[in-house]
């Protein structure tokens, strides 16, 4: 267990978590976070880049699975639904329960699994805590609330700690 803010590598989308950076670190289990991660919270359904991208995320053999913070799961079922995925909802990140349900129901382990999530204080932390491999994006769609814009200014540091955003 690491009590860490800092994750493992910041990328600009989920778009640049790619099979074989996953296969690199030895990933069998990419969990992911769903709102500002994989599309921002006002999108009730995945778009088709959502789709092309776990389509060549499974087809390497990597299990997706949503692990949510979510109080309702409406939103998160439609859009697993709409995948073909599974997910752990009221997972309470950064607590570690919501990440071991999700590893005992995909049967691997934390050298094997990866969190990809925009936030450092639910998703990074967890990770950290729970022994995973902390990936982190940019939020989708970007920050628009002004306490969105404050959370994702003082996520910078530890952003930079982890060698700072990966561009394409």
Not at 2 to 28: A, F, K, M, N
Not at 86 to 100: E, M
């Amino acid at each position: 267990m690491r009590i860490s803010l800092v994750p493992d590598g910041v990328y600009e989308s989920y778009q640049q978590i790619t099979p074989e950076l996953l296969q690199s670190r030895g990933i069998r289990l990419l969990l992911s976070d769903l709102d500002y991660t994989l599309a921002p919270k006002s999108v009730s359904r995945p778009d088709q880049a959502v789709r092309d991208w776990l389509c060549r995320i499974q087809a390497a053999g990597i299990r997706v699975m949503i692990l949510s913070n979510n109080r309702s799961p409406r939103r998160v079922e439609q859009f697993c639904r709409d995948l073909g995925i599974t997910y752990v909802g009221h997972a309470k990140k950064p607590q570690t329960a919501g990440f071991r349900r999700a590893m005992d129901q995909a049967g691997t382990d934390p050298a094997h699994t990866a969190m990809l999530g925009d936030k450092l204080l639910t998703d990074m932390l967890g990770a950290n805590l729970s022994g995973v491999t902390a990936l982190m994006v940019e939020p989708a769609g970007g920050a628009r609330t002004p306490w969105q814009k404050v959370l994702h200014a003082l996520q910078a540091p530890w952003k930079h700690l982890a060698g700072g955003v990966h561009r394409i």
